[in-house]
């Protein structure tokens, strides 16, 4: 579910992602309780005090993209590895992101990638999905640092 805690408790969801401007983490957290899954989205550094109890967060835009555009520039890798480093919860990245740049994204920190316009771009987005899925898993095996017990 996105955006919407009343929705995604009143579907009983197992959890919802907080846009950077909605809601706040904590204030959601008192709502739905410990197990309910909570994302946030955030475009800078500082953004992520306000996102310390989310279950996870998505950084970005990493690189550029037309749908992340109203939310400033691409912050790039090392904005991205700063979050990473900075961040108790797992970091999704967004923005830009292909199958060719998986790798330096996880090199950069991050657990995973959130994806729409590769995908709805794709002529078969069937065959995007598994280049990502191939991406992901070869890179996050090969990263010694990763975190098998989390992500």
Do not use: C
């Not at 706040?24 to 109890?53: C, K, M, N, P, Y």
């Not at 970005?60 to 939310?71: A, C, L």
């Amino acid at each position: 579910m996105n955006h919407r805690v009343d929705v995604a408790l009143a579907a009983r969801a197992d959890g919802v992602h907080l846009p950077g401007d909605g809601f706040a983490v904590a204030e959601a957290r008192a709502l739905t309780g410990a197990d309910f899954l909570l994302g946030r989205s955030i475009h800078d550094l500082a953004e992520l005090g306000a996102s310390a109890t989310a279950d996870y967060v998505v950084f970005g835009p990493v690189f550029d993209t037309p749908s992340k555009r109203p939310y400033g520039a691409p912050q790039g890798l090392e904005r991205l590895a700063a979050v990473t480093h900075a961040s108790a919860a797992p970091v999704l990245a967004i923005g830009g992101i292909t199958p060719e740049r998986v790798a330096d994204v996880v090199t950069s920190g991050a657990v995973g990638v959130a994806v729409m316009g590769a995908i709805l771009s794709a002529a078969s987005p069937a065959m995007v999905v598994r280049s990502f899925r191939e991406a992901l898993a070869s890179r996050l095996r090969d990263d010694l640092s990763f975190n098998r017990s989390g992500w």
